[in-house]
C-alpha cells in the first residue's frame, strides 16, 4: 500500500493498496475505526453508504464480526434512488442496504430514500433527517462518468443549495446500471432519481472513496489530474481534506 506523491494542498489523500482485498480491507479498517470513535466520543455514529457492485468487497469486510464495530450506535443512510422503483425491486438501493448492511449487522437506525413517494416531498424528508443526523462517515464511489452518488456531470453542482434534490440520470450513467447487472436495458432505467447532493456527501467529518476496477480507472485520473469542475463531479475531493480515496492498481493504472 502506497501514497502516491503528496495530495493536492487542502484536499483528499490518495491511498494505493495492492490489489482489491487490500483495498476492502484498508478501506474498511479506517470505516471501522471511525464508526468506533465517534460512538466512544458521542455515543451514536451517523454514517452514509453508497450502493454498487464496487462497494461489495468492502461493505462485506466492514461488517465482518471482526471489526468490532458497535453497529447498534450506528444510524444507517444510503445517498439515492431512483424515481418510482419499490423497496423490493432488484435493482433498489434501499434494497442493497437492507440486505448488505442493516438485516446483517442491525444498525440502532436506517434511514432510506423511498423510490415510490412523491419526490419533492421525499427530498425535503431526507433532507431534514439529515440535518438532524450530521454525518460522521461517508462511504462512496467514483462513477465511470465521474459522478458521485447521482450526480451526474449535467446535474451536479458543487455549490448546491439542496441537500437532496431529483435529477435526472445521464446516458453514461445508465449504461453503467445495464452494465453492473441491475437492469436489462437501458430502456428499463429510470430517467429519474434522487440524490444527496454534492455539498452535503462532502460535509460529512470523514469521507472515504473506495474506487477499485480498471473500469474506474479514467474517471480516476480525471478526478485527481483534470481541473476541478463539475465536469467530473469526484474532482471535488481535491478540495476536502477530510477525504481518503483507496484504489487498487487497476483504478490507479492512468495516475
Not at 471501522?32 to 453508504?49: C, I, K, S
Not at 431512483?82 to 449487522?105: K, L, N
Not at 467514483?142 to 449535467?154: C, M, R, S, T
Request: hydrophobic share 45%; net charge negative.
Amino acid at each position: 500500500m502506497h501514497r502516491p506523491g503528496a495530495p493536492e494542498r487542502g484536499g483528499a489523500d490518495v491511498v494505493v493498496t495492492d490489489g482489491p482485498s487490500a483495498l476492502a480491507s484498508a478501506a474498511a479498517d479506517e470505516a471501522a475505526a471511525v464508526l468506533r470513535r465517534t460512538v466512544d466520543r458521542a455515543g451514536t455514529a451517523h454514517a452514509m453508504f453508497a450502493t454498487g457492485n464496487s462497494q461489495l468487497a468492502f461493505v462485506d469486510e466492514l461488517v465482518d464480526p471482526s471489526r468490532d464495530v458497535p453497529w447498534g450506535d450506528v444510524v444507517v443512510f444510503h445517498m439515492d434512488e431512483y424515481v418510482g422503483i419499490g423497496p423490493d425491486h432488484p435493482a433498489s438501493f434501499e434494497r442493497w442496504i437492507r440486505r448488505r448492511i442493516t438485516e446483517r449487522v442491525r444498525p440502532r437506525a436506517a434511514h432510506y430514500l423511498h423510490g415510490l413517494a412523491d419526490p419533492g416531498a421525499e427530498c425535503g424528508r431526507y433532507a431534514a433527517l439529515l440535518a438532524s443526523h450530521p454525518l460522521d462517515l461517508c462511504c462512496l464511489g467514483i462513477g465511470e462518468n465521474g459522478h458521485l452518488a447521482f450526480n451526474d456531470p449535467g446535474v451536479a453542482d458543487f455549490d448546491d443549495v439542496s441537500d437532496v434534490k431529483v435529477v435526472e440520470i445521464d446516458d453514461a450513467c445508465r449504461r453503467q446500471q445495464v452494465g453492473e447487472g441491475h437492469f436489462a436495458a437501458e430502456t428499463d432505467v429510470p430517467r429519474l432519481a434522487m440524490t444527496v447532493t454534492v455539498p452535503a456527501l462532502m460535509r460529512a467529518a470523514r469521507v472515504l472513496a473506495v474506487v477499485p476496477e480498471t473500469r474506474k480507472a479514467a474517471p480516476v485520473r480525471a478526478a485527481l489530474r483534470d481541473p476541478v469542475s463539475v465536469a467530473c463531479p469526484a474532482s471535488i475531493l481535491r478540495r476536502t481534506p477530510q477525504a481518503t480515496v483507496y484504489l487498487d492498481p487497476d483504478s490507479a493504472a492512468l495516475l
